[in-house]
């Protein structure tokens, strides 16, 4: 009995499978270093940011996605995710992503209106009363004021990340299906909540 249970023991230094988010973005700098915090040696997730030479147009933001997903088995337990702006971009081209993102149960889409620095605005403040790109980049400069510079994640708290859920969610009602198309929206705070959870509230 006592040899069958030496057998039974899991081999030393197997890990545990991480559930792995792929996430394709529009950004080459802000965006790498926020989906960043989320993954660590010690987690049972890890976040990969599939990187572009240059900021992206939403379709080339999918094309590196589905490219990505040919050589790269996804499971049914792991996510996939396409996170864009609104900016400029016409109803077409984010109606292909929001498309693709119907195929698979564990396939998403998240929208920023009028782009990513306002899912970052929420981590300070309500974000009430943007109307316009450059106008969501003035008020989070109120609160990083070298952001140009590039964004300092130790100094994001997990509270600041739960603060900015909740009031992504209180913007978001009643929940939209496709894509945020009022500014001063997002859906980020779905992605975000799915890693939190499949990582039990795991921060670095």
Request: charge should be positive.
């Amino acid at each position: 009995m006592a040899d069958r249970r030496r057998k039974l023991k899991r081999p030393m230094g197997e890990r545990r499978y991480k559930k792995l988010f792929f996430i394709a973005a529009e950004g080459v700098k802000t965006e790498p270093i926020y989906f960043g915090i989320f993954t660590d040696e010690t987690s049972i997730v890890h976040v990969s940011y599939l990187k572009g030479k240059h900021d992206s147009s939403p379709p080339q933001v999918l094309k590196r996605m589905t490219d990505h997903l040919k050589n790269k088995e996804l499971k049914s337990y792991d996510e996939a995710w396409l996170v864009v702006d609104k900016d400029q971009w016409t109803d077409e081209q984010l109606t292909q992503l929001y498309q693709w993102s119907l195929q698979q149960e564990n396939y998403g889409f998240a929208l920023s209106n009028p782009k990513f620095e306002y899912w970052l605005l929420l981590h300070f403040e309500d974000g009430v009363g943007i109307k316009s790109s450059h106008d969501c980049t003035d008020r989070l400069k109120r609160w990083i004021q070298d952001y140009d510079k590039g964004i300092n994640m130790r100094k994001i708290s997990q509270e600041q990340i739960n603060d900015a859920i909740s009031r992504a969610k209180k913007r978001d009602h009643p929940p939209c299906k496709d894509w945020p198309r009022t500014l001063g929206q997002t859906t980020i705070y779905r992605l975000i909540e799915n890693i939190l959870k499949s990582s039990k509230g795991f921060v670095k």
